[in-house]
């Protein structure tokens, strides 16, 4: 057991730093990790987090998201109630992070979600050896492994070349996602306008406004047929609305994880499905398990059973924490609703 | 094999059925024989090979992944073949596994067809080391057989007749007689070749199949005057044909209906096909005269052959309903009133009373058919009218059209009973529901020694909405209680439960079941969140529901 950890209702509880780390419910003191509904929720107290992710609640909340907001950068040490409390990059989003918590000679990491692949949009995920890791188990069974990014945006590609009279549709999710969609895309060469659904643009803008190049980006807006042959992106619950017939028959491509799995993707109404993921893949959450040289691994919200598991199976003390409230990670940011 | 594939994972994502039927033509026109031909077997579910059974591709798998890994991302992804495939180590030596590049589909199904048993595995993995995941599903799903890409046979010969100027109708009547890799029927749709010849003289013709009546819509427009009504029983549909071949040998068989070769589990009902005809009608359980309930005929099912015992305790008959040739002459194209005329002079001049006439409702008008279906104990004995379930209503000017033709028969099921119950189990389901908990075990309520208890009274897997059952995954996520394996049991006490709205079409006692009562064809009809647990049925109202027969 970690000395600096424990789990309550609300979440993951540093008694002696008196904070949650991503709580479900509204709490005193949070540091939350990353700006996804399911994980950066309204009403806290005080908030820590980094300068990204603080101005990703205040698009989504409002400025008054919370009673007081601390900005703390990646690398920045904090003192709180005798514990060290530091963030640090990973690689999942925009400002994502990983809270490491450092007292008694005890090093206790709470890895938030996160990936180890490559993306053009964010700081990449940097190793903090521990001595306790908490790990997201989002992708965690071995049917899932992420090919790299730029095979999934030929396909894309690809596609758009063979059906040049079809808009091509993708399901991206609003904060993250559909940055990573754009930015692949401008790195496999694709300098045409990109379109955006409304509730992509605002975050959109932000990661532009962050220093972020994304390339020539308009809204759909009252378009529809005349962006045939164009890349359009919306979140995903609107490839199947409405919404998408505007574009006459276009082809309907969902950018998720979960599109390994081929039931996933026919109940997405994806016919074209990019494997593309802001999460590690089995084999690396695996291998970032080993990297940290931690001897005690929790396993928070995902396929819990499996990593656990492989733990055991690998000389690791591993227990799941069967977390309630948490997404699954790439198919619902339900944040896009705050978002309009 | 890469075609094949291509076109299996484009099938698999693809939900229209137009663009499918485009894809499968596509493969059909640019593929040569034999290839096609065995495509064609795959998907209308006729390849099969006897070493590739699912316990060896298991097998294969446990010797590359800790089985528990195994076993918990086979839940997940509901499909053995896509779990393997997906699970698959890569090789260590790729370079070496490329040089074994994919063999043709032809390759593959003579290899596995003339391997040993031994001989096999050795096969399989070296393909599967040389194919990237789309391939290694593939190739799991040719040889397990089930592909489950949504293509239905019928689609699959739509697609063939769809290369030349035929119809799915005229494959179809061919079918039967054909073997893979097809290559008589395909030179017969590009026009190289007159029709394939069959000399079976008891062959299985493809069945006419209904419509459900639009109550609000059907109704309305149809004169109740142009259609004969008969009972729809509660059995199974068959097929039975006799002849004799030229070298005057008798040919006898019972076939489901799709055309599948029943006989072995059935010799009571070959020993009375003693004619030259083929006859349409509902297998049922009957002793004594009475109707048995479909419970029994169950035990008669997906069997291979029947015991002495099984034949003296289940008795099987045939209620028959059409007459489709008759000593030679095909009477499809009669309308179906003389057909009925035909049949039964035809059934009148049987000696054994164990195939009989399926009886005419005689109809007056909508009102009275519509009474008769609501209240088939008015016309019928007690053991036929529980066999009912529901009218079916034909064209008397109607020919025997293979398929299902619009307008010509509807089936008017009786109404199904529903009740409120409470879920209390929850299972990941399989295809296209796979990954979600989407198999659901209800309960109602009794009185039990500490009060009021919930038992199980049935299990059910669809009757939802994708978004319905989102929202109920979501709910079982959230309030498991207990896992047992890949079953999760959720909160169901009095105040917190999901109320499920279960209907069906019929219940039966059960021994197997803790409630004593089993029921036929569950389905969710709608999620009752609005309602307390509490206020669920108990089993008295099933229970009231029960034949009385023990």
């Given at each position: 057991?970690?000395?600096?950890?424990?789990?309550?209702?609300?979440?993951?509880?540093?008694?002696?730093?008196?904070?949650?780390?991503?709580?479900v419910?509204?709490?005193?003191?949070?540091?939350?990790?990353?700006?996804?509904?399911?994980?950066?929720r309204a009403?806290?107290?005080?908030v820590?987090?980094?300068?990204?992710?603080?101005?990703i609640?205040?698009?989504?909340?409002?400025?008054?998201?919370?009673?007081?907001?601390?900005?703390?950068?990646?690398?920045?040490?904090?003192?709180?109630?005798?514990?060290?409390?530091?963030?640090?990059?990973?690689?999942?989003?925009?400002?994502?992070?990983?809270?490491?918590?450092?007292a008694?000679?005890?090093?206790?990491?709470v890895?938030?979600?996160?990936?180890?692949q490559?993306?053009?949009?964010?700081?990449?995920?940097?190793?903090?050896?521990?001595?306790?890791?908490?790990?997201?188990?989002?992708?965690?069974?071995?049917?899932?492994?992420?090919?790299?990014?730029?095979?999934?945006?030929?396909?894309?590609?690809?596609?758009?070349?063979?059906?040049?009279?079809?808009?091509?549709?993708?399901?991206?999710?609003?904060?993250?996602?559909?940055?990573?969609?754009?930015?692949?895309?401008?790195?496999?060469?694709?300098?045409?306008?990109?379109?955006?659904?409304?509730?992509?643009?605002?975050?959109t803008?932000?990661?532009?406004?962050?220093?972020?190049?994304?390339?020539?980006?308009?809204?759909?807006?009252?378009?529809?047929?005349?962006?045939?042959?164009?890349?359009?992106?919306?979140?995903?619950?609107?490839?199947g609305?409405?919404?998408?017939?505007?574009?006459?028959?276009?082809?309907?491509?969902?950018?998720?994880g979960?599109?390994?799995?081929?039931?996933?993707?026919?109940?997405?109404?994806?016919?074209?499905?990019?494997?593309?993921?802001?999460?590690?893949?089995w084999?690396?959450?695996?291998?970032?398990i080993?990297?940290?040289?931690?001897?005690?691994?929790w396993?928070?919200?995902?396929?819990?059973?499996?990593?656990?598991?492989?733990?055991?199976?690998?000389?690791?003390?591993?227990?799941?924490?069967?977390?309630?409230?948490?997404?699954?990670?790439?198919?619902?940011?339900?944040g896009?609703?705050?978002?309009? | 094999?890469?075609a094949?594939?291509?076109?299996?994972d484009?099938?698999?994502?693809?939900?229209?059925?137009?663009?499918?039927?485009?894809?499968?033509?596509?493969?059909?026109?640019e593929?040569?024989?034999?290839?096609?031909?065995?495509?064609?077997?795959?998907?209308?579910?006729?390849?099969?090979?006897?070493?590739?059974?699912?316990?060896?591709?298991?097998?294969?798998?446990?010797?590359r992944?800790?089985p528990?890994?195994?076993?918990l991302?086979?839940?997940?992804?509901?499909?053995?073949?896509?779990?393997?495939?997906?699970?698959?180590?890569?090789?260590?030596?790729?370079?070496?596994?490329?040089?074994?590049?994919?063999?043709?589909?032809?390759?593959?199904?003579?290899?596995?067809?003339s391997?040993?048993?031994?001989?096999?595995?050795?096969?399989?993995?070296?393909w599967?080391?040389?194919?990237?995941?789309?391939?290694?599903?593939?190739?799991?799903?040719?040889?397990t057989g089930?592909?489950?890409?949504?293509?239905?046979?019928?689609?699959?010969?739509?697609?063939?007749?769809?290369?030349?100027?035929?119809?799915?109708?005229?494959?179809?009547?061919?079918?039967?007689g054909?073997?893979?890799?097809?290559e008589?029927?395909?030179a017969?749709v590009?026009g190289?070749?007159?029709?394939?010849?069959?000399?079976?003289?008891?062959?299985?013709?493809?069945?006419?199949?209904?419509?459900?009546?639009?109550?609000?819509?059907?109704l309305?427009?149809?004169?109740?005057?142009?259609?004969?009504?008969?009972w729809?029983w509660?059995g199974i549909?068959?097929?039975?044909?006799?002849?004799?071949?030229?070298?005057?040998?008798?040919?006898?068989?019972?076939?489901?209906?799709t055309?599948?070769d029943?006989?072995?589990?059935?010799?009571?009902?070959?020993?009375?096909?003693?004619?030259?005809a083929?006859?349409?009608?509902?297998?049922?359980?009957?002793?004594?005269?009475?109707?048995?309930?479909?419970?029994?005929?169950?035990?008669?099912?997906?069997?291979k052959?029947?015991?002495?015992?099984?034949?003296?305790d289940?008795?099987?008959a045939?209620?028959?309903?059409?007459?489709?040739?008759?000593?030679g002459?095909?009477?499809r194209?009669?309308?179906?009133?003389?057909?009925?005329?035909?049949?039964?002079?035809?059934?009148?001049?049987?000696?054994?009373?164990?195939?009989?006439?399926?009886?005419?409702v005689?109809?007056?008008?909508?009102?009275?058919?519509?009474?008769?279906r609501?209240n088939?104990?008015?016309?019928?004995?007690?053991?036929?009218?529980?066999?009912?379930?529901?009218?079916?209503?034909?064209?008397?000017?109607?020919?025997?059209?293979?398929?299902?033709?619009?307008?010509?028969?509807?089936?008017?099921?009786?109404?199904?009973?529903?009740?409120?119950?409470?879920?209390?189990?929850?299972?990941?389901?399989?295809?296209?529901?796979?990954?979600?908990?989407?198999?659901?075990?209800?309960?109602v309520?009794?009185?039990?020694?500490?009060?009021?208890?919930l038992?199980?009274?049935?299990?059910?897997?669809f009757?939802f909405?994708?978004?319905?059952?989102?929202?109920?995954?979501?709910?079982?996520?959230?309030?498991?209680?207990?896992?047992?394996?890949?079953?999760?049991?959720?909160?169901?006490?009095?105040?917190?439960?999901?109320v499920?709205?279960v209907?069906?079409?019929?219940?039966?006692?059960?021994?197997?079941?803790?409630?004593?009562?089993?029921?036929?064809?569950?389905?969710?009809?709608?999620?009752?969140?609005?309602?307390?647990?509490?206020?669920?049925?108990?089993?008295?109202?099933?229970?009231?529901?029960?034949?009385?027969?023990?």
């Amino acid at each position: 057991m970690s000395d600096l950890l424990t789990l309550t209702p609300e979440g993951l509880y540093s008694p002696e730093a008196g904070a949650h780390i991503d709580p479900v419910r509204p709490v005193e003191k949070a540091i939350i990790t990353h700006g996804h509904a399911d994980h950066a929720r309204a009403g806290h107290g005080a908030v820590l987090a980094t300068r990204h992710t603080l101005d990703i609640m205040a698009i989504r909340y409002g400025e008054e998201f919370c009673g007081q907001a601390q900005e703390i950068g990646y690398g920045d040490r904090l003192n709180l109630g005798g514990v060290e409390v530091s963030l640090h990059p990973a690689g999942h989003v925009l400002g994502s992070a990983q809270v490491l918590l450092a007292a008694k000679g005890q090093r206790t990491v709470v890895s938030g979600d996160y990936k180890r692949q490559a993306d053009p949009t964010c700081v990449p995920f940097e190793l903090v050896p521990c001595d306790t890791f908490v790990t997201e188990a989002t992708f965690g069974l071995p049917v899932f492994r992420h090919p790299p990014a730029s095979e999934e945006i030929a396909k894309l590609l690809a596609s758009l070349e063979l059906f040049p009279e079809q808009t091509h549709l993708v399901g991206a999710y609003a904060l993250g996602k559909a940055q990573r969609v754009i930015g692949e895309l401008r790195a496999a060469g694709y300098s045409k306008v990109i379109y955006l659904h409304g509730a992509l643009e605002k975050l959109t803008a932000y990661y532009e406004s962050q220093g972020v190049k994304l390339g020539p980006v308009e809204p759909v807006g009252k378009r529809g047929k005349e962006l045939a042959g164009e890349i359009v992106l919306c979140p995903p619950g609107q490839l199947g609305d409405r919404w998408a017939r505007r574009f006459g028959d276009p082809v309907a491509a969902m950018a998720s994880g979960w599109m390994r799995v081929r039931a996933r993707a026919r109940q997405r109404g994806a016919e074209l499905p990019l494997i593309l993921s802001d999460h590690a893949d089995w084999d690396d959450l695996c291998r970032t398990i080993m990297e940290t040289g931690a001897e005690q691994i929790w396993v928070t919200h995902g396929a819990e059973d499996a990593l656990v598991h492989w733990c055991e199976l690998n000389g690791r003390k591993a227990r799941p924490l069967n977390m309630i409230g948490y997404d699954d990670g790439e198919d619902a940011d339900s944040g896009q609703v705050a978002n309009g | 094999m890469h075609a094949f594939s291509q076109l299996l994972d484009r099938l698999s994502l693809e939900p229209r059925r137009l663009a499918k039927e485009a894809l499968l033509v596509r493969y059909f026109r640019e593929t040569p024989d034999p290839d096609r031909g065995y495509a064609l077997a795959a998907l209308t579910g006729g390849q099969s090979f006897k070493h590739a059974k699912p316990a060896l591709l298991r097998a294969l798998i446990a010797e590359r992944a800790d089985p528990h890994l195994f076993a918990l991302s086979y839940d997940f992804v509901g499909d053995l073949s896509e779990t393997i495939a997906l699970m698959w180590p890569r090789p260590e030596a790729p370079e070496e596994a490329e040089m074994l590049s994919a063999p043709a589909l032809t390759e593959i199904v003579d290899q596995l067809g003339s391997a040993g048993k031994t001989e096999v595995p050795g096969l399989l993995s070296a393909w599967l080391d040389g194919l990237d995941e789309t391939g290694r599903w593939a190739l799991l799903k040719l040889v397990t057989g089930g592909l489950r890409v949504g293509v239905s046979a019928r689609l699959a010969k739509s697609a063939v007749a769809r290369l030349g100027t035929l119809e799915v109708a005229d494959v179809e009547e061919v079918w039967h007689g054909l073997k893979a890799p097809y290559e008589a029927l395909f030179a017969w749709v590009e026009g190289r070749a007159g029709p394939p010849e069959t000399q079976d003289p008891a062959p299985f013709r493809p069945v006419m199949l209904a419509h459900p009546l639009d109550e609000d819509k059907d109704l309305q427009q149809l004169p109740a005057a142009d259609f004969a009504v008969e009972w729809k029983w509660d059995g199974i549909r068959v097929q039975a044909a006799a002849g004799r071949t030229e070298q005057g040998q008798d040919v006898r068989r019972l076939y489901s209906r799709t055309g599948e070769d029943i006989s072995k589990a059935f010799p009571d009902i070959v020993d009375l096909l003693t004619f030259d005809a083929c006859i349409d009608g509902e297998l049922l359980v009957v002793s004594d005269g009475k109707v048995r309930p479909f419970s029994d005929l169950q035990k008669r099912l997906n069997r291979k052959t029947a015991g002495p015992k099984l034949l003296r305790d289940y008795p099987a008959a045939i209620r028959v309903y059409d007459l489709l040739t008759h000593e030679g002459e095909d009477l499809r194209g009669l309308p179906f009133q003389e057909r009925r005329k035909k049949l039964e002079a035809f059934v009148a001049g049987l000696a054994d009373s164990r195939i009989d006439l399926s009886p005419m409702v005689a109809a007056k008008d909508w009102e009275w058919i519509a009474a008769a279906r609501a209240n088939p104990q008015n016309h019928l004995d007690k053991d036929d009218a529980e066999a009912v379930e529901g009218l079916m209503l034909k064209r008397w000017d109607a020919p025997y059209v293979n398929g299902r033709p619009k307008g010509l028969w509807f089936k008017w099921k009786r109404d199904p009973h529903l009740i409120d119950a409470v879920l209390m189990y929850a299972q990941r389901g399989h295809g296209k529901r796979s990954s979600f908990y989407s198999d659901y075990t209800f309960g109602v309520w009794r009185d039990g020694a500490e009060g009021l208890e919930l038992v199980p009274v049935g299990k059910a897997y669809f009757g939802f909405t994708d978004e319905e059952l989102r929202k109920i995954d979501r709910f079982v996520r959230n309030n498991t209680i207990n896992r047992f394996g890949p079953v999760r049991e959720v909160t169901h006490d009095q105040d917190v439960g999901l109320v499920l709205e279960v209907a069906f079409e019929g219940l039966n006692r059960s021994g197997r079941h803790k409630s004593g009562v089993a029921m036929r064809f569950p389905r969710i009809s709608r999620l009752r969140w609005d309602k307390p647990a509490v206020e669920a049925d108990r089993l008295e109202t099933l229970e009231a529901l029960l034949p009385d027969r023990e």
